[in-house]
């Protein structure tokens, strides 16, 4: 197995640094390049840089510049996805997006990492294993979400937070690292803005 294709694969790896695609990194740069100097409101040209950049994208997934990934074919998004400014995606290995995620400003979805040891990480070993976000999950701004973690379907994970493990479905999450503070229940919910003030007369 090429390391290509074991990028592929939801195996956590170890690989050396001059082993990995690099001709594809550099494509990726240079589309989220285009990508990040569309004009506003540019919808159409947008969704076609994605659906080239990305491994499953769709009319649905709304990415405000500026946009940064490691590859770019190993980000599938399965729905509806809005992703706020500034986001990073380390696909080093998949990162699967269920359909309703909500993604805030500054967030970095990091399956890539390094070495402890540091003679192993000077020569440039290195380690990535998959993320996978329910459906419905909500990022708020600057949460890093570490390789090998799986996000519950409906959670919701805290500003600032660095998520280092699992998180079950339907929780409110929070911290660094990551711990589950309580369930999404009755008190979540909210009236619309309307209802709030009345209607005019």
């Given amino acids: 197995m090429t390391v290509l294709e074991l990028m592929q694969t939801d195996a956590p790896y170890v690989a050396r640094f001059e082993d990995m695609p690099n001709d594809l990194q550099l494509r990726a740069k240079r589309l989220c390049a285009r990508y990040n100097r569309t004009e506003p409101g540019a919808a159409d040209e947008r969704a076609a840089i ?92 600057n949460v890093t979400v570490c390789g090998g973690v799986t996000l519950g379907d409906g959670s919701v994970i805290g500003a600032g937070s660095v998520v280092t493990r699992d998180v079950p479905s339907g929780v409110v999450a929070a911290g660094v690292p990551c711990r589950v503070i309580r369930p999404i229940d009755e008190r979540d919910r909210v009236e619309p803005f309307d209802s709030v003030i009345g209607s005019p007369s």
């Fill in 50 to 141: 994605l659906a080239e950049l990305f491994g499953t994208s769709g009319p649905q997934v709304f990415i405000e510049p500026n946009l940064r990934c490691d590859y770019g074919f190993n980000v599938h998004f399965h729905g509806l996805a809005v992703v706020n400014y500034d986001c990073c995606f380390l696909d080093t290995s998949p990162i699967h997006v269920g359909a309703g995620a909500f993604i805030a400003p500054g967030c970095v979805l990091a399956c890539a990492g390094h070495a402890v040891d540091p003679g192993q990480r000077a020569a440039g070993i290195q380690t990535s294993a998959p993320i996978t976000l329910g459906e419905n999950v909500w990022l708020g701004a």
